[in-house]
């Protein structure tokens, strides 16, 4: 069974490979490194884009929590995250040898080209953006998708986040699923709430998701590889998906104030 992946550079994902990457034959591997505006024009020229978009209010809220995360909650949950995915003094880096392609968009044709070259059974997704037809479908047994959320009430970005904003934190879990043209739509392999503790925050309960995500995607991959994988969707369940722009300063504050609360409750 060939598998390839296509994954991003953040400790949790660079965790889920090493999980994959010790327990069967890798292929291949995609890295996908978009880049960033670095010079203040280019700057000027996304939030330009971003007001026309959503409007003056809106991207103010959006560019706020950007500049609060940074200064104030990036550090603490990276640092957080690599204490629980790689304790101790153990080094955030792949373990193991697998020929890399690095694109800055997971669907350039030179994925597609690379790829093609491996012919992979199964392509696993470790934390990219959306992919496209062209390239999830070059895996002759489907294309699994590890997110870290329970589908389809948390589709797309900060799944964690906005099941807690919303009081559900038995909706805080993770989901493998196939891909599909859709985000996070496609049917359901395996799922499972991880439980919230007043011990918990955003990191260790991401933490969490990525621990058992690792060991529900290699259950994914043994019922495909064995002939007997299950699927399904859940019917008459509303579905939602929050876009990285709904979350902005003021739903942060308002966050903080209800997970307090929350924990105070458990």
């Given amino acids: 069974m060939k598998i ?11 965790y889920l490979v090493n999980s994959l990457t010790s327990r069967y034959k890798v292929v291949a591997k995609v890295i996908e490194r978009r880049s960033r505006p670095s010079t203040m024009k280019e700057k000027m020229a996304v939030r330009s884009r971003l007001i026309q978009r959503y409007g003056l209010l809106k991207t103010l809220n959006k560019l706020l929590y950007n500049k609060y995360r940074s200064w104030m909650v990036e550090l603490h949950q990276s640092e957080t995250l690599k204490q629980e995915l790689f304790p101790g003094k153990a080094e955030v880096a792949y373990t ?3 020929p890399t392609l690095e694109v800055e968009n997971i669907n350039d044709s030179s994925c597609v080209d690379f790829l093609s070259g491996y012919a992979p059974d199964i392509i696993a997704v470790c934390g990219t ?9 070059l895996a002759k047994k489907g294309t699994i998708n590890i997110h870290s959320g329970i589908i389809p009430e948390y589709r797309s970005a900060d799944p964690i986040f906005w099941a ?8 805080v879990g993770v ?11 496609g049917p359901i392999i395996h799922q499972k709430s991880v439980g919230v503790t007043k011990e918990d925050d955003l990191a260790t309960l991401y933490a969490k998701c990525m621990r058992t995500g690792a060991e529900l ?6 019922d495909i590889a064995g002939g007997t994988v ?10 939602r998906a929050h876009f990285h722009m709904d979350l902005g300063i003021w ?14 409750s458990l």
Wanted: cysteine-free.
């Fill in 4 to 14: 390839a992946i296509l994954t991003s550079v953040t400790s949790a994902n660079i």
């Fill in 96 to 98: 193991h040898e697998v």
């Fill in 129 to 137: 953006t959306v992919i496209k037809a062209q390239v999830f479908k």
């Fill in 164 to 171: 807690l904003y919303n009081g559900e934190p038995d909706k």
């Fill in 175 to 185: 989901t493998i699923h196939y891909v599909d043209e859709g985000i996070d739509t």
């Fill in 217 to 222: 995607m290699s259950q994914a991959i043994e």
């Fill in 230 to 239: 299950k699927t399904y969707r859940k019917e008459g369940v509303e579905g």
């Fill in 251 to 264: 739903e942060y504050m308002v966050f903080q104030r209800r997970f307090k609360k929350l924990k105070s």
